[in-house]
Nanobody, 115 residues
Framework: VQLVESGGGLVQPGGSLRLSCAAS????????MNWYRQAPGRERELVAS????????NYADSVKGRFTMSRDNFRSTVYLQMNSLKPEDTAVYYC?????????WGQGTQVTVSS
């Protein structure tokens, strides 16, 4: 299993970023996919999840209405569109999937929201 995140960077408050996670090594279309984030000194938290066909999503209260998770099962890729970014969204963002009880993680991509 390999998960490779991209798309992070430095953005001003109110700005937007789109994260991508390219997956390989498993049957992508069969599994829920998740985005987590971890800010310095804080625990890793679940940001968003998407069902295998992509018809159901769930979001943390802190990002509802601002973030949108989607997936492309042909490209084995998930996305996180982040709008109206706030300084408190600053964190390393990780792609995740659980397969047979094992959590699989990407290397993470840094998102920094600052003026």
């Amino acid at each position: 299993v390999q998960l490779v995140e991209s798309g992070g960077g430095l953005v001003q408050p109110g700005g937007s970023l789109r994260l991508s996670c390219a997956a390989s090594g498993f049957t992508f279309r069969r599994y829920y996919m998740n985005w987590y984030r971890q800010a310095p000194g804080r625990e890793r938290e679940l940001v968003a999840s998407i069902s295998p066909p992509g018809d159901r999503t769930n979001y943390a209260d802190s990002v509802k209405g601002r973030f949108t998770m989607s997936r492309d099962n042909f490209r084995s890729t998930v996305y996180l569109q982040m709008n109206s970014l706030k300084p408190e969204d600053t964190a390393v963002y990780y792609c995740n999937t659980e397969i047979v009880g094992v959590d699989n993680w990407g290397q993470g991509t840094q998102v920094t929201v600052s003026s």
